[in-house]
């Protein structure tokens, strides 16, 4: 990031977290952004799309599954709280799994938690919901042996407020399962990581360069002015996700990985991999590359799953 964008990216931090009428104002903005985003019935379909095309690439092969971890390391849940929960979807999945006798879940979202409650009555399981500000949320005390929270975190601005609540919420045996984007604050990409992504871009047919969820075709990426990014919380202090965390958290296992893939291969683009043997074997030789950039440390990773533990010094009030 550059001292200019740098200094203007800290600035809009410092100015949601000092001026409450401001973080309002840009948190209803939030809110219609995404309502916007999500009842987009052809954007909707085409990630769809996307997302077939994605297992049957197998872009996650490596990726921890939570299920698998907490038996690996025999770690027996029984109830869970889920932050930033949308429709539902992982704490019904890991009920229907085992994990976990009840959960609790959390969002501001009151349409998808509407929806959330539909889907688990029908489903007849225990799950109880709640409409609340992640960033300003009061969690009961001791209350939890499993908080989940996925591809959340890089939206939310007052991350040591809700990492100590995480702390103070969880039983003296809890976990906090972390999957989330950890790369550069407000997508200010480093220069190794644009430039490896341009060079690859510049390289890749154009057929594979197509985003069908932008209907656009994506020839070089650029960096963004702080601020006008998607919405105002996107990003937002991602970088600084895991350095706050692990102040009161301690690793049990992790897995950090995509260096250039989520810019060279970004959602709206992986069908278009699967149209011929040709195809596939360039997204194998960008996953390959994309491991191996992280591996090396050649570039950091821009996203992570983490299993964590409270730090046994933590203070529970």
């Given amino acids: 990031m550059n001292n200019d964008k740098s200094i203007k990216a800290d600035k809009i931090i410092n100015d949601l977290l000092n001026n409450p009428s401001l973080y309002q104002e840009m948190a209803e903005k939030e809110g ?7 009842s987009d019935e052809n954007r909707s379909q085409q990630v769809k799309i996307d997302q077939e095309a994605a297992k049957e690439l197998r872009l996650n092969r490596d990726v921890l599954n939570l299920t698998a971890l907490l038996r690996r390391h025999k770690i027996k849940p029984t109830v869970g709280c889920s932050l930033a929960c949308g429709s539902g979807r992982l704490e ?17 979202a009151a349409d998808a ?11 007849q399981l225990d799950i109880t919901y709640e409409q609340e500000d ?3 949320i009061q969690l009961e005390r001791q ?42 604050t407000q997508f200010q990409y480093s220069d190794e990581r ?8 510049a390289v890749l047919p154009e057929k594979l360069r197509f985003n069908h969820v932008n209907n656009c ?12 990014l998607i919405s105002p919380f996107e990003s937002i202090r991602s970088q600084e996700i895991m350095p706050i965390f692990l102040n009161k958290f301690d690793i049990i296992e992790k897995f950090e990985f995509n260096s250039i893939l989520h810019l060279v291969c970004p959602v709206g683009t992986r ?22 950039l992280v591996d090396t440390g050649i570039i950091l990773p821009a996203a992570g799953q983490y299993l964590l533990k409270p730090k046994t010094l933590t203070i529970i009030n």
């Fill in 217 to 228: 075709q994506t020839n070089k990426i650029f960096v963004k002015d702080p601020g006008t």
């Fill in 271 to 292: 069908s278009a991999f699967l149209h011929s043997e040709e195809s596939r074997s360039i997204f194998e030789l960008l996953f390959l590359l994309d491991r191996l």
């Fill in 143 to 184: 209350a939890y042996d499993l908080v989940v929270t996925q591809n959340c975190l890089h939206h939310v601005l007052r991350l040591e407020h809700l990492a100590d609540e995480i702390a103070k919420a969880l039983k003296p045996d809890g976990v906090l399962w972390i999957h989330d984007y950890i790369g550069e």
């Fill in 194 to 201: 644009l430039e490896i992504a341009n060079k690859i871009l």
């Fill in 134 to 136: 992640i960033n300003t």
């Fill in 92 to 108: 019904r999945q890991l009920l229907l799994q085992g994990i976990c006798q009840r959960f609790h879940g959390i969002d501001l």
């Fill in 32 to 38: 219609q952004v995404w309502g916007q985003v999500f």
């Fill in 113 to 123: 938690l509407e929806e959330a409650r539909k889907i688990a009555k029908q489903q």
